[in-house]
């Protein structure tokens, strides 16, 4: 399908916090409680429209465990956006933030555009992170911040897309170097026509730096 | 959704009041230690102060106190001061089962929810005010906090030990000096309905899961309905099938018929029947005022049979009608009794073995790919059935032939373990075995640190098999037992995400511990092992090598999927660390175990390779990323028999370990060119990286060694191929110093890169 922009996402957080019903409730609008686990990264995508573009979203879920990280950081490269999420009922995947972060920092281009997702929201009775606690992360990290429910889609769709608007408003002021691949955004082939400086071929050809 | 965590039953202690000082764990810890004798108690494990302020002592408003309030806020209690209220008997089930000290007790569960382990022992009353449980049980158990009551259940037995709702709970706190121990207050209705309260205690891995469990507790108290009205019952732990036994009292009053009076005969079925119901109705359980030894003796042996009626059937004695009945009366009940409790045994025996094999039959409810003919069974009937198999040597081809026509399905399990028996003597060195010998039985009485990774993919291993779907129904208490044995077993792996699928299929086959040596083996000797440890380095050289295969095998659908970037990790990493049983059918996930146990891991590069390569046409179809990517995982998995058949067929058929060992080399050397070190380094920095080489070289050159004791073996002990491992063990020898290494490896990837040329 023909898209302006193509924005590369990847989720990460604590095992558990719900990132793969994320995904699924943004690409399909539905909601799996008891689902199979990701081992290695899942995939989705999802067209969206920003100030009047066809924007693709190409979503990579990663596995939460540890032992994963060394897998999954190959995807922070090639990202434009990041859903960090953690659990409002688990303490612990709050707590993790920071190594997260700083994973995600080391490992991502200095432009991805991080938002924080405090998920579960659905669950008030059982919330051990108040909302308060996540803004005040949030704030303190410069990143954006939203209370989600995977379960009822409650901002879910806010979520993903806000993360595109704030991406799309850098590349307006140019801080986005859209024509470096490595930094998550892809010109679509709609938009490279009438951009000459692009040949809408050369952005399919060009490979990976490999596997390892 | 309840949360979960695995705790240490400590033992229970009968307290004066509804509350108490957080201090009040450590003294039952104590007293604990005291009355098993010095040696054996819990040890403090923190050597820290008396941090009092940072502990936490929840107490709660009862169940009259209009709401939880104030007094659940963090706070110290000092003194155990009661606050006066008093606890309602309203609402509350009168007991009728009156227990002789002297009886053990008949039934799995009392009107308490306690197990008999958690009974208080017969004799002196005031020692049994503490009550330390056996070291010698298994006392772990899973520790759950619901929406109005908490549970624990025994993954050992597979039952729900202790159920109490929230309003029976008064105290909660966590040990002060203890730190990893915590404990809470609970009101119990004994003999002549009066109130107890028992501090019970439990001990986790560490301080911060007791944190945990406070945060979780304080949460769930400050927000339950303050009167709960609707018991949740843990149908799926007890898995009692109510028809069955009421097929079964059915059958067994038909076949007792004939060998009972009948009047007898009618006031048995009538008491069956009604206490079946939860109906009343009399019993007399004081033998031993009678002095009927032998009938006494007759009794206790009885009751020590087992867990007999289960649970949720209580029996009610009713005090009175015993009065008015005269001694011969009294005998004619008593015999009653005890044909009753013969009966009752009886059922639970004929239920068990009923369940047993049911439970059986939907393991197994997989369809088979590799349908075995009747002269496959037959041989595999022959070598199974061997006497003293385990150390008869069979011969390899008869082994392989049969492995490639076909395993039967209910012989499967004992199929795998014939096969690693024969891997086991065909092996001249010893294999690497764990350096924790703990037999299964004694792990699972030990807590692991890994509870909440192992505890969260239970509802996520095969989430849709029926024998697996239950919440901590048999099939996922099975799985977290194995998986937390293994754990720690091998705390260097510990639990990785993967596991648990491989462990499930193994499950599936065989009884739990029998599972768990396969999973050793599986781990150990058959290679699957490295792949799992923490840095996951092993599974990215797989990944590499794959990737390699594929550019050797089928060049176009590599180059196809380099030009959208799909590598790999992207579809194939599950494949590895589940051996294909976490998106494939089962029958299919079977046959490559079978594989699996006979060739060890490289069948998972080949069978990835023969899938590939089969769906080739198909993939080259799709030209964007998400459809490539969407056909590998969902519906290349749903491929049909026959190329189920196909596949395996060809699996039997490859051999691709020479590729295999020279794109490892490939890839290390690929590495250390990568990272090679640049020119401007100072002296001191250059020494620093010189030691991370070596270090990581030390390490790649014990994973060699392994490799290299086991390919010898898998591959057979020719001369040849002694002679093509000759490299490797220089390789192993220079691995010490780098910069040699670096030169030998590059001699070896030529020499490998003309062989292939040529």
Same mark, same amino acid.
């Given at each position: 399908?023909?898209? =302006? %922009?193509?924005?590369?996402y990847?989720?990460?957080g604590?095992?558990?916090?719900? #990132?793969?019903?994320?995904?699924?409730?943004?690409?399909d609008?539905?909601?799996?409680?008891?689902?199979d686990?990701?081992?290695g990264?899942?995939?989705?995508?999802?067209?969206?429209t920003?100030?009047?573009?066809?924007i693709?979203?190409?979503?990579w879920d990663?596995?939460?465990q540890?032992?994963?990280r060394?897998?999954?950081?190959?995807?922070?490269r090639?990202a434009?956006?990041?859903?960090?999420?953690?659990?409002?009922?688990?303490r612990d995947t709050?707590n993790?933030?920071?190594?997260?972060?700083e994973?995600?920092?080391?490992?991502?281009?200095?432009?991805?555009?991080?938002?924080?997702?405090? *998920?579960?929201?659905?669950?008030?009775s059982?919330r051990?992170?108040?909302?308060?606690?996540?803004?005040?992360?949030?704030?303190?990290?410069?990143?954006?911040?939203?209370e989600?429910?995977?379960?009822?889609?409650?901002?879910?769709?806010?979520?993903?897309?806000?993360?595109?608007?704030e991406i799309?408003?850098?590349?307006q002021?140019?801080?986005?170097?859209i024509?470096?691949?490595?930094?998550?955004?892809k010109?679509?082939?709609?938009?490279? =026509?009438t951009?000459?400086?692009l040949?809408?071929?050369?952005?399919?050809q060009?490979?990976?730096?490999g596997?390892? | 959704? +309840?949360k979960?965590?695995?705790?240490?039953?400590?033992?229970?202690?009968?307290?004066?009041?509804?509350?108490a000082?957080?201090?009040?764990?450590?003294?039952?810890?104590e007293k604990?230690s005291q009355?098993?004798?010095?040696?054996?108690?819990?040890?403090p494990v923190?050597?820290?102060?008396?941090?009092s302020?940072?502990?936490r002592?929840? +107490?709660?408003p009862?169940?009259?106190?209009?709401k939880?309030g104030?007094?659940?806020?963090?706070?110290?209690?000092?003194?155990g001061?009661?606050r006066?209220?008093?606890?309602?008997?309203?609402g509350?089930?009168?007991?009728f089962?009156?227990?002789d000290?002297?009886?053990?007790c008949?039934?799995?569960?009392?009107?308490?929810g306690?197990?008999?382990?958690?009974?208080?022992?017969?004799?002196?009353?005031? =020692?049994?005010?503490?009550q330390?449980?056996?070291?010698?049980?298994n006392?772990?158990?899973?520790?759950?906090?619901?929406r109005?009551?908490i549970?624990?259940?025994?993954?050992?037995?597979?039952k729900?030990?202790?159920?109490?709702?929230?309003?029976?709970i008064?105290?909660?706190?966590q040990?002060?000096?203890?730190v990893?121990?915590f404990?809470?207050?609970?009101?119990?209705?004994v003999?002549?309905g009066?109130?107890?309260f !028992?501090?019970?205690?439990f001990?986790c891995t560490?301080?911060?899961?007791?944190?945990?469990?406070?945060?979780?507790?304080?949460?769930?108290?400050?927000?339950a309905?303050?009167i709960?009205?609707?018991?949740v019952h843990?149908?799926?732990?007890?898995f009692?099938?109510k028809k069955?036994v009421?097929?079964?009292?059915l059958?067994?009053?038909?076949?007792?018929?004939?060998?009972?009076?009948p009047s007898l005969?009618?006031?048995?079925?009538?008491?069956?029947?009604l206490?079946?119901?939860?109906?009343?109705?009399?019993?007399?359980?004081s033998?031993?005022?009678?002095?009927?030894?032998?009938?006494?003796?007759?009794?206790?042996?009885?009751?020590?049979?087992?867990?007999?009626?289960?649970?949720?059937?209580p029996?009610?004695v009713?005090?009175?009608?015993? #009065?008015?009945?005269g001694q011969a009366?009294?005998?004619e009940?008593?015999r009653k =009794?005890i044909?009753?409790q013969?009966l009752?045994?009886r059922?639970?025996?004929? *239920?068990?073995k009923i369940q047993?094999s $049911?439970?059986?039959r939907l393991?197994?409810d997989y369809?088979?790919?590799?349908?075995?003919l009747?002269?496959?069974?037959?041989v595999w009937?022959?070598?199974?059935g061997t006497?003293?198999?385990?150390?008869?040597?069979?011969?390899?081809?008869?082994?392989h032939?049969a492995?490639?026509?076909?395993v039967p399905?209910q012989f499967r399990?004992?199929?795998? /373990?014939?096969?690693s028996e024969?891997y086991?003597?065909?092996?001249t060195?010893?294999?690497?075995t764990?350096?924790n010998?703990?037999?299964y #039985?004694?792990?699972?009485?030990?807590?692991?640190?890994?509870?909440h990774?192992?505890?969260?993919?239970?509802?996520?291993?095969?989430p849709t098999h029926?024998?697996?779907?239950?919440?901590l129904?048999a099939?996922?208490?099975s799985?977290?037992?194995?998986? /937390?044995?293994?754990?720690?077993?091998?705390p260097?792996?510990?639990?990785?995400?993967?596991?648990?699928?491989?462990a499930g299929?193994?499950?599936?086959h065989m009884?739990?511990?029998?599972?768990?040596?396969?999973l050793?083996?599986?781990?150990y000797?058959?290679?699957?092992?490295k792949?799992?440890?923490?840095?996951?380095?092993i599974l990215q050289?797989?990944m590499y090598?794959?990737?390699?295969?594929?550019?050797?095998?089928?060049?176009d659908?590599?180059?196809h999927?380099?030009q959208?970037? !799909?590598?790999?990790?992207?579809?194939a990493a599950p494949?590895?660390?589940?051996?294909?049983?976490?998106?494939?059918?089962?029958g299919?996930?079977?046959?490559?175990?079978?594989?699996?146990?006979?060739?060890?891991?490289?069948?998972?590069?080949?069978?990835?390779l023969s899938l590939?390569?089969?769906?080739?046409?198909?993939?080259?179809?799709?030209?964007?990323?998400?459809?490539?990517?969407?056909?590998?995982?969902t519906?290349?998995p749903?491929?049909?028999?026959?190329?189920?058949?196909k596949t395996i067929?060809?699996?039997?058929?490859?051999d691709?370990?020479k590729q295999l060992?020279a %794109?490892?080399?490939e890839?290390?050397v690929?590495?250390?060119?990568?990272?090679?070190m640049?020119?401007h380094l100072?002296?001191?920095?250059?020494?620093?990286?010189?030691?991370?080489t070596?270090?990581?070289?030390?390490?790649?050159?014990?994973d060699l060694?392994?490799e290299?004791?086991?390919?010898?073996? +898998?591959?057979?002990?020719?001369?040849t191929?002694?002679?093509?491992?000759?490299?490797?063990? $220089?390789?192993?020898?220079?691995?010490?110093?780098p910069?040699?290494v670096?030169v030998?490896?590059?001699?070896?990837?030529?020499?490998?890169?003309?062989q292939?040329?040529s």
């Amino acid at each position: 399908m023909a898209y =302006a %922009y193509l924005f590369k996402y990847i989720i990460i957080g604590d095992t558990g916090v719900g #990132k793969s019903c994320l995904l699924l409730q943004f690409t399909d609008k539905r909601f799996q409680p008891v689902h199979d686990l990701t081992i290695g990264v899942e995939f989705g995508a999802r067209m969206i429209t920003i100030d009047g573009k066809q924007i693709k979203l190409q979503i990579w879920d990663t596995a939460g465990q540890e032992s994963f990280r060394s897998i999954t950081r190959s995807y922070y490269r090639g990202a434009a956006g990041a859903l960090l999420v953690y659990d409002i009922t688990r303490r612990d995947t709050f707590n993790h933030l920071t190594t997260w972060l700083e994973d995600a920092r080391q490992h991502s281009n200095s432009n991805m555009v991080i938002m924080l997702i405090g *998920n579960k929201s659905d669950l008030e009775s059982r919330r051990e992170v108040k909302k308060e606690e996540g803004e005040a992360f949030a704030r303190e990290h410069g990143l954006i911040f939203m209370e989600t429910s995977a379960k009822t889609a409650s901002n879910v769709e806010e979520a993903f897309i806000n993360t595109a608007k704030e991406i799309y408003e850098k590349i307006q002021e140019g801080v986005f170097d859209i024509n470096n691949e490595a930094n998550g955004i892809k010109i679509g082939p709609q938009h490279a =026509a009438t951009n000459s400086t692009l040949s809408g071929s050369q952005g399919g050809q060009q490979a990976g730096g490999g596997c390892c | 959704m +309840t949360k979960r965590f695995e705790v240490l039953f400590c033992g229970r202690v009968t307290v004066a009041h509804k509350k108490a000082p957080p201090a009040l764990i450590d003294e039952c810890i104590e007293k604990f230690s005291q009355s098993r004798g010095t040696e054996g108690g819990a040890k403090p494990v923190s050597s820290g102060g008396f941090v009092s302020g940072l502990r936490r002592a929840l +107490t709660f408003p009862l169940a009259l106190n209009g709401k939880p309030g104030d007094e659940e806020q963090d706070a110290v209690r000092e003194g155990g001061q009661d606050r006066g209220r008093e606890w309602a008997p309203a609402g509350e089930r009168p007991m009728f089962f009156k227990r002789d000290p002297s009886f053990p007790c008949l039934e799995a569960l009392d009107e308490n929810g306690l197990s008999p382990e958690l009974h208080t022992p017969p004799g002196d009353p005031r =020692a049994a005010g503490v009550q330390p449980a056996s070291l010698q049980e298994n006392r772990t158990m899973l520790f759950m906090v619901g929406r109005s009551q908490i549970f624990l259940v025994s993954p050992d037995t597979k039952k729900v030990s202790i159920e109490k709702s929230f309003r029976e709970i008064s105290f909660c706190s966590q040990g002060i000096r203890h730190v990893d121990h915590f404990g809470f207050i609970c009101r119990e209705t004994v003999e002549g309905g009066s109130c107890t309260f !028992i501090c019970y205690v439990f001990q986790c891995t560490d301080e911060a899961l007791v944190d945990e469990i406070m945060l979780t507790l304080k949460q769930a108290f400050s927000v339950a309905p303050i009167i709960i009205m609707n018991k949740v019952h843990f149908q799926n732990i007890l898995f009692i099938k109510k028809k069955r036994v009421y097929c079964l009292i059915l059958y067994h009053f038909f076949t007792v018929m004939h060998c009972l009076p009948p009047s007898l005969f009618f006031t048995l079925f009538s008491s069956l029947i009604l206490s079946h119901l939860g109906l009343s109705f009399p019993v007399p359980f004081s033998i031993s005022e009678r002095g009927d030894s032998s009938l006494e003796g007759r009794v206790l042996s009885l009751s020590q049979g087992g867990a007999v009626g289960g649970g949720d059937r209580p029996l009610g004695v009713v005090p009175e009608e015993r #009065k008015r009945r005269g001694q011969a009366d009294l005998r004619e009940l008593w015999r009653k =009794a005890i044909l009753q409790q013969i009966l009752l045994l009886r059922m639970e025996r004929e *239920n068990n073995k009923i369940q047993a094999s $049911e439970s059986k039959r939907l393991r197994l409810d997989y369809e088979e790919i590799t349908p075995c003919l009747k002269d496959v069974t037959l041989v595999w009937e022959g070598m199974l059935g061997t006497p003293a198999r385990s150390t008869v040597k069979f011969n390899r081809d008869t082994i392989h032939t049969a492995v490639g026509q076909g395993v039967p399905r209910q012989f499967r399990g004992e199929v795998w /373990k014939f096969l690693s028996e024969q891997y086991l003597l065909s092996q001249t060195v010893p294999s690497r075995t764990p350096a924790n010998n703990t037999p299964y #039985k004694e792990l699972l009485k030990q807590l692991t640190s890994q509870q909440h990774a192992i505890l969260i993919d239970l509802g996520r291993t095969f989430p849709t098999h029926p024998y697996f779907q239950a919440q901590l129904g048999a099939g996922q208490l099975s799985l977290y037992n194995l998986l /937390k044995a293994y754990s720690l077993l091998d705390p260097e792996v510990g639990y990785c995400q993967g596991l648990s699928f491989i462990a499930g299929v193994l499950l599936l086959h065989m009884g739990e511990e029998e599972a768990f040596n396969m999973l050793k083996f599986l781990m150990y000797d058959m290679g699957l092992r490295k792949q799992y440890r923490p840095d996951m380095i092993i599974l990215q050289i797989q990944m590499y090598q794959l990737s390699r295969l594929l550019h050797d095998y089928h060049r176009d659908l590599y180059v196809h999927l380099e030009q959208q970037e !799909i590598g790999p990790s992207l579809y194939a990493a599950p494949w590895f660390l589940t051996a294909f049983a976490s998106h494939f059918p089962l029958g299919f996930v079977a046959r490559v175990f079978d594989m699996l146990f006979l060739q060890g891991a490289e069948v998972i590069f080949k069978v990835s390779l023969s899938l590939l390569g089969s769906h080739k046409p198909l993939i080259l179809q799709h030209d964007s990323l998400e459809t490539i990517v969407d056909f590998i995982k969902t519906t290349l998995p749903n491929l049909g028999l026959v190329q189920m058949e196909k596949t395996i067929n060809q699996v039997c058929e490859m051999d691709i370990s020479k590729q295999l060992q020279a %794109y490892e080399v490939e890839y290390h050397v690929l590495q250390d060119e990568l990272c090679d070190m640049p020119a401007h380094l100072n002296q001191s920095q250059r020494a620093a990286q010189l030691e991370r080489t070596n270090q990581s070289l030390r390490q790649q050159n014990l994973d060699l060694l392994e490799e290299l004791q086991v390919n010898k073996l +898998t591959c057979g002990h020719t001369h040849t191929h002694t002679l093509s491992l000759q490299p490797w063990v $220089e390789l192993v020898c220079f691995c010490r110093f780098p910069r040699p290494v670096c030169v030998a490896w590059r001699a070896v990837l030529k020499a490998s890169s003309n062989q292939r040329g040529s």
